[in-house]
């Protein structure tokens, strides 16, 4: 969420901001209800302190032996005033927070303006591998070495639904045991999350209310208003862990990730660059979170991302990083890097990490504060960065390491995971 004083102060900048990920964007409506409002306020701090005044008289006069009725009479209406005013300041707060609820971060100065169009890559690494046999695509690939059933996934749980089988189910666990174990290393704690989460963490998340259908929602048949959601990503958790708390500056930068299948509605396709596991509703993924002050914002960013970028030049991918356009960047996001894994048979990358910046936009909506050294309190800062979803990363995995005769050879760093295996065939 935006602070309503940075939109006082630089009303025009925060617009011209906005604009570089919104069609129309005019703050006048929402400054002149928070100008309102304030007024109200301060009309009720007077009403109140006149009614305190007036009241401290009474029993003086009443034990003097005279007639309070005026005064009680007075007493009345201002009870009468600040209980009406009290009303239309409720009705002014609400409605600057539910608006400012809908506004999505400012991006940063140097973000590109518009949409996916204007994303740009800043980094590659590796060069693209070449064949001298047919390509055979990952979803091919992965039915021949028996790694995926796709037709009893669809059969259990509809389209976008895969089973993971036999070695194929150990390359996925391979995978995620690996970036445990390097995060693990890197000083982060692991965090085993729930799956059904309440509306606050959708909210504090900067998820809710915009794109509350794209979650699956779980209503409980006893008690219709205990509705959940099913997480979409480990960030929605994570960044919540704290919410409604008071840290300590020294307990600053704090440094989570988690392990967890994620869940998302997802439209049917039957585009080429849809089929097999690279869109589906229920995929896994490693989630790393950090909180910090705001003067860490920026390392902490670059942390991320090499953290990331490390995993994937340890697997030997070609890959590419994209600075994303304000357009393309997630609602509570003011910067994102995507990390962009090449599918040799779609001849297109796919993003496989996101590192992303929403400095204190989710702390203000899930109030997360830290105390500095001064006792002054402030919001704390929030970033997140996948490490790393696995349903692309499998397909790139196998494209870009398969061999003529239709196996697969692994990735060096994930042998000790599949008792030295170096080959799938």
């Avoid at 006069?61 to 409720?90: A, S, V």
């Avoid at 979803?139 to 669809?154: F, H, S």
């Avoid at 045991?177 to 729930?194: A, E, S, T, V």
């Avoid at 970033?383 to 790393?388: D, E, I, K, Y």
């Amino acid at each position: 969420m935006i602070d309503i004083n940075k939109i006082r102060n630089n009303k025009e900048e925060v617009e011209k901001a906005l604009l570089k990920r919104l069609d129309n964007v005019n703050l006048d409506e929402l400054l002149k209800w928070d100008i309102e409002k304030r007024k109200i306020g301060t009309l009720l701090d007077e009403f109140r302190a006149e009614r305190r005044k007036v009241s401290d008289t009474v029993p003086k006069l009443k034990k003097e032996g005279k007639d309070t009725t005026e005064i009680i009479k007075q007493m009345k209406e201002l009870g009468t005033k600040i209980d009406e005013g009290m009303i239309r300041y409720n009705e002014l707060d609400k409605k600057i927070f539910d608006y400012l609820a809908e506004l999505p971060n400012i991006p940063d100065e140097d973000v590109p303006a518009g949409g996916k169009e204007n994303n740009e890559v800043i980094y590659a690494h590796l060069e693209k591998p070449k064949f001298d046999f047919e390509l055979k695509p990952h979803y091919e690939i992965l039915k021949d070495l028996n790694m995926v059933d796709y037709a009893r996934g669809i059969k259990i749980a509809g389209e976008k639904n895969w089973i993971y089988t036999g070695i194929g189910a150990r390359f996925e666990w391979a995978l995620i045991n690996f970036f445990i174990d390097r995060h693990i290393k890197d000083g982060y704690q692991f965090m085993m999350l729930p799956y059904l989460l309440n509306y606050e963490c959708g909210f504090g998340a900067g998820q809710f209310p915009k794109f509350n259908d794209e979650v699956y929602m779980v209503q409980s048949i006893e008690n219709k208003q205990n509705s959940k959601f099913l997480l979409p990503t480990a960030e929605t958790a994570l960044v919540n862990v704290h919410s409604n708390e008071i840290l300590d500056s020294d307990e600053l930068p704090k440094k989570y990730f988690g392990f967890t299948q994620c869940f998302r509605v997802e439209a049917g396709s039957s585009r080429e660059e849809e089929r097999g596991t690279i869109r589906g509703h229920q995929f896994n993924k490693v989630e790393m979170v950090q909180y910090v002050t705001e003067d860490k914002t920026e390392e902490a960013f670059d942390e991320l991302l090499n953290k990331a970028k490390d995993l994937m030049d340890e697997l030997g991918l070609h890959y590419q990083i994209s600075k994303l356009a304000a357009g393309d960047c997630a609602q509570g996001m003011c910067r994102t890097y995507d990390i962009e894994v090449w599918i040799p048979s779609m001849g297109i990358y796919k993003e496989v990490s996101s590192i992303s910046n929403s400095r204190d936009y989710q702390a203000r909506r899930n109030n997360t504060k830290y105390r500095d050294k001064n006792g002054k309190l402030h919001y704390a800062c929030t970033l997140n960065g996948s490490g790393l979803a696995t349903s692309r990363l499998v397909p790139a995995i196998v494209e870009q390491y398969q061999n003529a005769d239709g196996s697969i050879t692994i990735p060096e760093v994930l042998r000790p995971y599949l008792d030295g295996m170096e080959v799938i065939k």
